[in-house]
T-cell receptor, first 112, second 116 residues
């Protein structure tokens, strides 16, 4: 069974601060996706990383896939209240089928 | 982008009754859909995989007789919570993907179930 850890579980910061969220596993992933969920809604895809060492940027969000494809990070620069939400990582392996199994998530609150 | 619609968005029911939640893919056909459950301040937990024209695949610990899944068409899956009890109160979310690994998963808006 793949052990997946996401940290921190909760994070409360002020507008303008930077933060990093981590997603780690004991297993190698084929790929990994990051989603964000706002209260009362379904998650929305932010990014898919596939290649070890890959870095993708989405405005103030920077996603990195570890060289060994066992971990990933999400860094937010100059956080804004609109970044508030639950950030979820979802690793995938070729034998895991369609279903997404999410990490425990990081609940981020950005206050003005 | 693709849209997945879930209905109702919220429902309150009495203990012992059954509640049906619908999940529709609006602009694509989904041979497979997924049902998740989410408790407050927690992540999504995969309950089952709904397969069009065949039986659903349930995750370990999920009672298939409690959570009935029907996927009768390529655009509709339903989850029925049977004989609901207060501990079944939760946020239920469905999902569908256009392709396999690495494709985007589209989620419904979720259904807030409260059993009183």
């Amino acid at each position: 069974t793949q052990l997946l850890e996401q940290s921190p579980q909760f994070l409360s910061i002020q507008e303008g601060e930077n933060l990093t969220v981590y997603c780690n596993s004991s297993s190698v992933f084929s790929s990994l996706q990051w989603y964000r969920q706002e209260p009362g809604e379904g998650p929305v895809l932010l990014v898919t990383v596939v290649t070890g060492g890959e870095v993708k940027k989405l405005k103030r969000l920077t996603f990195q896939f570890g060289d060994a494809r066992k971990d990933s990070s999400l860094h937010i620069t100059a956080a804004q209240p609109g970044d508030t939400g639950l950030y979820l990582c979802a690793p995938q392996n070729s034998n895991s089928g369609y279903a997404l199994n999410f990490g425990k998530g990081t609940s981020l609150l950005v206050t003005p | 982008g693709a849209v997945v619609s879930q209905h109702p968005s919220w429902v309150i029911c009495k203990s012992g009754t059954s509640v049906k939640i619908e999940c529709r893919s609006l602009d694509f056909q989904a041979t497979t859909m997924f049902w998740y459950r989410q408790f407050p301040k927690q992540s999504l937990m995969l309950m089952a995989t709904s397969n069009e024209g065949s039986k659903a695949t349930y995750e370990q610990g999920v009672e298939k007789d409690k959570f009935l899944i029907n996927h009768a068409s390529l655009t509709l899956s339903t989850l029925t919570v049977t004989s609901a009890h207060p501990e079944d109160s939760s946020f239920y979310i469905c999902s569908a993907r256009k392709g396999q690994m690495n494709t985007e998963a589209f989620f419904g808006q979720g259904t807030r179930l409260t059993v009183v």
